[in-house]
């Protein structure tokens, strides 16, 4: 079965500094990794996702996401970080099993940005 | 387009009582999806369904249902509300079943069973 690792359950970093939200992951294929953000009150949003080629992927919002096959990773990073950054955000696998693909999510990281 | 829409937004319910939670997607997407969402667990899949008339369990299915007798409509029915089902629920979308395809979120309904 796939699993997916967010070690960290928070994240603090000032603004303007740059970030990282860590995201490990276990499949038996090769895998579809996804980063989605979700806001107070509000509904997961998509950010961005690896499925083939280049190992650095670029999102939404300035985001990006750097996929490492030996170390099994999918960090999602930004350079300089906003205070509208902070919200809940989750990495997910894809696993296909059966009839059809299914996502699998970490426990989410807060990212916390302050002045 | 409205994207994807549930109803209602918050819920309480008497342990015992059953209700259906609404969602709908007006993006034509084969790929529809409930989770729930529980503090510290992340996402977890409840059903999901990969065309009209076609639904399939995911990882915590029990104490619900699902039809899909429509493109554009997915319901989760609670048999009989419990005060473990207290949770945020999501229904998602996807163009396809295919792998590469993200998931298209609507804004939750928030549910509490007393």
């Known amino acids: 079965a796939q699993s997916v690792a967010q070690p960290e359950d928070q994240v603090n970093v000032a603004e303007g500094n740059p970030l990282t939200v860590k995201c490990t992951y276990s499949v038996s294929g090769n895998p579809y990794l996804f980063w989605y953000v979700q806001y107070p009150n509000r509904g997961l949003q998509f950010l961005l996702k690896?499925?083939?080629?280049?190992?650095l992927v670029k999102g939404s919002y300035g985001f990006e996401a750097e996929f490492n096959k030996s170390q099994t990773s999918f960090h999602l990073k930004k350079p300089s970080a906003l205070v509208s950054d902070s919200a809940l955000y989750f990495c997910a696998v894809r696993d296909f099993t059966g009839t059809a693909s299914k996502l699998t999510f970490g426990t989410g990281t807060r990212l916390q940005v302050t002045l | 387009n409205a994207g994807v829409t549930q109803t209602p937004k918050f819920q309480v319910l008497k342990t015992g009582q059953s209700m259906t939670l609404q969602c709908a997607q007006d993006m034509n997407h084969e790929y529809m999806s409930w989770y729930r969402q529980d503090p510290g667990m992340g996402l977890r899949l409840i059903h999901y369904?990969?065309?009209?008339?076609?639904?399939d369990q995911g990882e915590v299915p029990n104490g619900y249902n699902v039809s899909r007798s429509t493109t554009e409509d997915f319901p989760l029915r609670l048999l009989s509300a419990a005060p473990s089902q207290t949770s945020v629920y999501f229904c998602?979308?996807?163009?396809?079943?295919?792998?590469?395809?993200?998931?298209?979120f609507g804004p939750g309904t928030r549910l509490t069973v007393t």
């Open positions: 369904s990969v065309g009209a008339g076609i639904t």
């Open positions: 998602a979308s996807s163009y396809s079943v295919q792998g590469t395809y993200e998931q298209y």
């Open positions: 690896y499925i083939t080629g280049d190992n």
